[in-house]
């Protein structure tokens, strides 16, 4: 294979971008509203996005599913708009994100347990120390990587803090706490602080875990308060009818055959294992991690998935994936379309007839090889009996995720790498419609 050799793009790049679908207007502050600015999640889409398809695609009580529903975005917006959110990741640090972002918790309780924290934590890390550190060791998983990221001191700390949180009985609230401890790890740790790729720093500054824990848990305090304030009662009090979250292959959706009206998702892209790395420190502290070699293999497009002849139900993914070759990248990127099209048989499982997908996604670039997401997307689900209702072309003015790619390799690098190639400036939002 000539490494040279780019596929011509298809008319889907004639498409003129709409940039009222681009919400440049938005500050962060904006985008970060009620529990959306809980944890810095790589890759998440703004909730003004899904919140416009929800209302454009779906009544009130529908039921709107995110099979890749990551930090929750999708699903916080369909229950604050009174629909019923419906939501799968197979990372475990996703599902505790979205739980604990769309759980309504009263206010007072919360308030009084993080008195309650704090005031102990006053006391065992400015007095009885080394009696609490002893304890509070036994329940620190102990992992090399654990001290390969944090420094004795800082492991010390956080470990303390780890403790106590594990000590609160009301389990809303502790998972609430644990975003919080997960939110301040990087921070804690030396990990370069605005590198994506697991780098460590030596000579990081020192950040003090106690002051960062607090500031991070009033911020969310703070934040969940405008949510509760926002959240219909009637939603609030049967939280479980209107929030389905599980921790699952998204080839297998909590939700019976033809009752959803609307689907709205973000899929990951061909490197998604990456985002094991990203999740990384949390997945450790929580216990979710023991081999990262294994974690990476449950996301979607692996390389270690050996596959038998597939159809991809796309002739230009079947191009795609000949002129990568048969190489490690050329066996990803056929996973990546066989595992998407198995996701896309289980969206039409369980979308009602008229029902619409609307899936977010950019295209990349592996070794001089477009790799066209959107227009193998489109021709997968129009061959499994789906038709295009509608095809945005939008302008991604900011997102969490890395800005540039190897052209090789097609991995996220530094800024100052050489073989740059910019990332995601534009993305497609697909809205395909269930026959």
Not at 59 to 81: H, L, W
Not at 163 to 189: G, T
Not at 287 to 298: D, I, Q
Request: a positive charge; hydrophobic letters at 35%.
């Amino acid at each position: 294979m000539n490494d040279t050799t780019v596929l011509k793009k298809t008319e889907l790049s004639d498409i003129p971008i709409d940039y009222s679908w681009s919400f440049s207007d938005k500050t962060i502050k904006d985008t970060s509203y009620i529990t959306h600015g809980y944890y810095t999640y790589p890759a998440k889409f703004i909730p003004q996005l899904a919140a416009r398809l929800i209302k454009e695609h779906s009544n009130e009580n529908d039921i709107v599913i995110d099979p890749f529903m990551g930090s929750g975005t999708t699903i916080v917006e369909a229950i604050i708009n009174n629909r019923i959110g419906i939501g799968t990741d197979i990372n475990n640090i996703a599902y505790l994100l979205a739980k604990v972002k769309t759980t309504p918790i009263k206010t007072a309780e919360l308030l009084q347990e993080f008195s309650n924290i704090e005031f102990d934590l006053q006391n065992r890390l400015n007095g009885q120390y080394d009696y609490f550190l002893k304890k509070a060791l036994k329940v620190v998983p102990q992992k090399d990587r654990i001290d390969y990221w944090f420094k004795p001191k800082q492991k010390e700390k956080l470990s303390i803090i780890f403790a106590r949180i594990l000590e609160v009985k009301n389990n809303d609230i502790r998972n609430f706490f644990l975003v919080a401890f997960a939110q301040i790890l990087k921070s804690c740790s030396i990990w370069l602080q605005k590198s994506v790729k697991p780098t460590r720093n030596q000579n990081k500054k020192i950040y003090e875990p106690l002051t960062l824990f607090l500031n991070q848990s009033k911020k969310m305090i703070k934040r969940h308060f405008e949510f509760d304030k926002i959240l219909n009662p009637k939603i609030k009090q049967n939280i479980d009818k209107y929030r389905v979250v599980k921790c699952d292959d998204s080839r297998n959706l909590p939700c019976e055959k033809n009752k959803a009206t609307l689907i709205v998702t973000s899929p990951p892209y061909v490197t998604s294992y990456e985002y094991a790395d990203l999740h990384q420190l949390p997945s450790l502290w929580f216990g979710y991690l023991s081999n990262l070699a294994e974690f990476r293999k449950k996301f979607i497009g692996s390389a270690y998935k050996d596959r038998e002849r597939i159809d991809l139900k796309s002739s230009l993914a079947e191009e795609i994936v000949t002129q990568l070759g048969e190489n490690k990248k050329g066996r990803e990127v056929k996973n990546y379309f066989a595992d998407m099209l198995e996701t896309f048989f289980e969206m039409k499982r369980v979308l009602k007839k008229g029902g619409r997908a609307c899936i977010v996604i950019g295209n990349t670039q592996f070794q001089g090889v477009n790799i066209l997401n959107a227009e193998v997307f489109q021709e997968q689900f129009e061959n499994i009996e789906f038709k295009t209702h509608n095809i945005i072309n939008r302008e991604i003015p900011s997102k969490m995720l890395p800005s540039t790619r190897d052209s090789e390799t097609g991995q996220f690098v530094k800024a100052n790498d050489k073989n740059l190639k910019l990332a995601y400036p534009t993305e497609y939002i697909l809205i395909m419609e269930k026959l």
